[in-house]
């Protein structure tokens, strides 16, 4: 059966628009893109994770950051609504920073280059940046990563790429993590990367598990590659195209 498209329902909950005589999300763009700019200039390739809560992102980046730690400079800078927790789990493997926003539920752009200076960016092969733990919030807001990751998690069911499309639009890769409890758990790769392509054509895919290390050889490959092809070349997201509104 082929499914409906849902009926939403935005009548009661839209946002009001205020006329402030700026367009200040044209600035955020522009500063995103300063950003990005200036960290391709000094060969730092700026990765960042999101996903919903507990998916694995701190988890794949202890495994990232010994990995790539073995040949290059590596700095973290991990947003949470409390606790230094994940900052604490990373703090052995790479250079970290905890943003803790208190309540927000994305990071922005300030946040991070205000934490930036605390890992020496100016020496950074690879600068991670992992959002909080949210589906919604973080896709509509631009870091100035290189490039963006969003982790689905083989307990949260093939289903959420549809259920949540601008956090698969708006990356350029999908991990899919756990994969060790496939044989306990409902979850379909195969009908996960459909659901995604139906929202994001072609959608470069890596399953793996940081707990057996599965697929983290060609996570690592995927991630030296783009950042030599980046601090060399074209960024692909300078040419993405421009937010489509908040939270949507
Ligand atoms: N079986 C299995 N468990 C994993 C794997 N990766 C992470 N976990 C577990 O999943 C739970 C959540 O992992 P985290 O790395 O904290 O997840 P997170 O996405 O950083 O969570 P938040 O920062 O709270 O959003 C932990 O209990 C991890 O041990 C994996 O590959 N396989
Ligand atoms: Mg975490």
Redesign the pocket.
């Known amino acids: 059966m082929t499914e409906q498209p849902a009926v939403t329902e935005q009548s009661n909950i839209s946002n009001q628009v205020v006329n402030v005589g700026r367009d200040l999300r044209a600035e955020q763009r522009e500063a995103a893109e300063r950003f990005r700019r200036r960290m391709r200039r000094q060969g730092t390739y700026v990765v960042r994770l999101l996903?919903s809560?507990?998916?694995?992102?701190?988890?794949?980046l202890e495994v990232t950051a010994q990995r790539l730690g073995e040949r290059y400079s590596v700095g973290v800078l991990v947003g949470?609504v409390e606790t230094d927790r994940?900052a604490t789990r990373l703090a052995p493997y790479a250079a970290t920073a905890q943003i803790t926003t208190g309540g927000a539920c994305h990071l922005e752009l300030p946040l991070v280059e205000r934490r930036l200076p605390d890992l020496g960016s100016a020496t950074l092969d690879f600068l991670f940046l992992?959002d909080i733990?949210n589906l919604i919030c973080p896709a509509s807001h631009d870091l100035g990563e290189h490039v963006r990751v969003v982790v689905l998690s083989t307990t949260e069911g093939d289903d959420k790429p549809g259920k949540y499309p601008k956090a698969f639009r708006s990356s350029d890769v999908l991990v899919i993590?756990?994969l060790?409890?496939l044989p306990h758990v409902p979850f379909s790769v195969e009908r996960a990367v459909e659901d995604a392509s139906l929202v994001h054509e072609g959608m470069t895919t890596l399953p793996l598990?940081?707990?057996t290390g599965e697929g983290i050889d060609a996570w690592c490959d995927f991630l030296v590659e783009q950042r030599e092809r980046v601090t060399t070349g074209v960024d692909a997201r300078e040419a993405f195209g421009p937010d489509d509104g908040p939270c949507t």
Do not use: R
Request: hydrophobic share 20%; net charge negative.
């Open positions: 996903s809560p507990g998916s694995g992102k701190t988890t794949l949470d994940d992992e733990g993590s756990k060790d409890l598990s940081a707990l």
